[in-house]
């Protein structure tokens, strides 16, 4: 049964290039979140989507970061150009938002580490 | 006022101690609560939901106090490998699934 993938597990990379984050969420989940994670200010939700549809994308620091989902199976986070601040792990997570009918809680991909130099 | 705020700890406890964990919200609407663990550089797990009636799993037991906006999480007899990361989690959108994390109470059990 696999839970949600993400790529790559670690990125290093110098301020100013282009870093595009990679996530496949469980199979049959409609809900899909990006997260970062840093020491100072904890897990931060970053955009949220349902069903392939942007909901809430208040949490995105600037408008050097965007977030597509073509379709159910992929989504991407891109960060351009990148600058050192946005170290941290960043996490996606999927579930099944049911609505009335009821939620699955959230399950995390093993997250993306990144260095920007 | 932060909408999850949680004390970051450390919590220092001996083996067999009971321990609590309060997370307090700020949306008064919320309806959905969860507690989730997290290890050293591992992703967040689910540990358990949190029902308006309070539940229990085996060694652990969530409780929410909607009057006080805030969900509890109790340990008894604590283990070694309950050392990591408490992390609530709270929906703050009634329409969708917006769940907002708090930064996590940090457990420690020694021997």
């Known amino acids: 049964d696999a839970g949600v993938i993400q790529s790559p597990r670690h990125e290093v990379t110098e301020m100013g290039q282009e870093v595009t984050l990679r996530c496949k969420p469980i199979?049959?989940?409609?809900?899909l979140f990006w997260y970062r994670q840093t020491m100072m200010r904890g897990l931060e939700l970053l955009i949220y989507?349902?069903?392939?549809?942007?909901?809430?994308d208040s949490g995105m620091p600037e408008d050097r970061f965007s977030a597509k989902m073509p379709n159910a199976s992929f989504s991407t986070l891109k960060i351009q150009p990148s600058e050192p601040r946005d170290s941290a792990v960043y996490f996606c997570?999927?579930?099944?938002?049911?609505?009335?009918?009821?939620?699955?809680?959230?399950?995390f991909g093993n997250g993306t580490r990144l260095t920007v130099t | 006022r932060k909408e999850v705020e949680q004390d970051p700890g450390p919590f220092n406890v001996p083996e067999g101690a009971t321990v609590a964990f309060n997370c307090t919200y700020s949306?008064?609407?919320?309806?959905?609560f969860f507690w989730y663990r997290q290890d050293c550089r591992k992703e967040p797990k689910l540990l358990m939901s949190?029902?308006?009636s309070g539940n229990e799993d085996g060694r652990f037991t969530a409780q929410l106090n909607r009057a006080s906006q805030y969900i509890s999480l109790l340990i008894r007899d604590s283990k070694l490998s309950d050392s990591a990361t408490y992390l609530c989690a709270v929906n703050m959108d009634t329409g969708f699934q917006k769940l907002v994390f708090g930064t996590g109470t940090r457990l420690l059990v020694s021997p």
């Open positions: 199979s049959g989940h409609n809900s």
């Open positions: 949306n008064s609407a919320s309806q959905s």
């Open positions: 949190v029902y308006s």
């Open positions: 997570a999927s579930s099944f938002f049911g609505g009335q009918g009821g939620n699955l809680p959230l399950h």
């Open positions: 989507f349902n069903n392939n549809v942007p909901i809430d």
